[in-house]
């Protein structure tokens, strides 16, 4: 079955800080794992995958209810990836919403210092827009 591992172990191993094992465990996303006798966790490696998985859907931004769903679907992977897909589909469009807005931010940013250089703060464009948002180039960012 392979070697198992202190939670310890599974947390540097994982990139994964302890108190997020135990809370994964807590929400349901990680099985509780066996104990030993002095009623220590042990970690075995399918558990370990089963924890980088959600590190790195974390990582790449997916909430926990699309994680909980993707490792249902991965739990049974005779399945048709509809769902994983449109799962990940609709976190590629908030992803581009996200730059999008990050763009439009830049830009308004951009527009800001340039317009102020080396002036007073009394004609400081940046703190003139700061103070009142209709005056932004931008009404979202």
């Known amino acids: 079955m392979g070697e198992k591992v202190s939670i310890g172990e599974a947390s540097r191993r994982c990139g994964v800080k302890v108190?997020?094992?135990?809370?994964y465990e807590q929400i349901g996303l990680?099985?509780?794992?066996?104990r030993t006798e002095a009623n220590r966790r042990t970690f075995d490696p399918g558990y370990l995958r089963r924890l980088a998985f959600i590190r790195h859907a974390r990582?790449?931004?997916?909430?926990?209810?699309?994680i909980r769903t993707l490792?249902?679907?991965?739990?049974?992977?005779?399945q048709p990836c509809a769902t994983a897909?449109?799962?990940?589909?609709a976190r590629f469009a908030e992803v581009e919403?996200?730059?999008?807005?990050?763009?439009?931010?830049?830009?308004?940013?951009?527009?800001?210092?340039?317009?102020c250089r080396h002036g007073k703060v009394g004609d400081c464009?940046?703190?003139?827009v700061l103070a009142d948002h209709s005056q932004c180039t931008r009404p979202h960012h």
Request: proline share 9%; aromatic share 4%; no cysteine.
């Open 19 to 23: 108190p997020t094992i135990r809370y």
């Open 30 to 34: 990680l099985p509780a794992p066996p």
């Open 59 to 66: 990582e790449l931004g997916f909430e926990i209810d699309a």
């Open 71 to 78: 490792l249902t679907l991965q739990d049974d992977p005779h």
């Open 85 to 89: 897909d449109a799962i990940a589909r």
């Open 97 to 115: 919403q996200r730059i999008d807005s990050l763009n439009a931010l830049k830009a308004e940013l951009g527009v800001m210092i340039e317009s």
């Open 125 to 128: 464009r940046v703190i003139e």
